[in-house]
Nanobody, 125 residues
Framework: QVQLVESGGGLVQAGGSLRLSCAASGRTSSVFRMSWFRQAPGKEREFVAGIYWSGGSTFFADSVQGRFTISRDNAKNMVYLQMNNLKPEDTAVYYC??????????????????WGQGTQVTVSS
């Protein structure tokens, strides 16, 4: 199993920045890719950004492309989400997820095997 713990959420004004962190532990050798998802009240969980654990390639949702970056530190088993130029519509609980199989769409919630508890991000207008 893989355990995930997110941190770094908070309240920020529109246009501001936050950096989220996700610490992975346990069987991290099984990680194929790690991604950030978010879920706003009354909405489904949606893909935000992802990174391949081995090669480091990244991929983003259109809604955050150019504003968010994702990075990893394999030695520390950490993944980071740098969020710039935040907008009120970015308000959500942000979750870190791990995919150990590499099958299917990297943007599909159902493909991810492990999740953290989430961290709240609130962007005020």
């Amino acid at each position: 199993q893989v355990q995930l713990v997110e941190s770094g959420g908070g309240l920020v004004q529109a246009g501001g920045s936050l950096r989220l962190s996700c610490a992975a532990s346990g069987r991290t050798s099984s990680v194929f890719r790690m991604s950030w998802f978010r879920q706003a009240p009354g909405k489904e969980r949606e893909f935000v950004a992802g990174i391949y654990w081995s090669g480091g390639s990244t991929f983003f949702a259109d809604s955050v492309q150019g504003r968010f970056t994702i990075s990893r530190d394999n030695a520390k088993n950490m993944v980071y989400l740098q969020m710039n130029n935040l907008k009120p519509e970015d308000t959500a609980v942000y979750y870190c997820g791990v995919d150990t199989s590499g099958r299917g769409s990297s943007r599909s919630v159902s493909l991810y095997d492990y999740w953290g508890q989430g961290t709240q991000v609130t962007v005020s207008s």
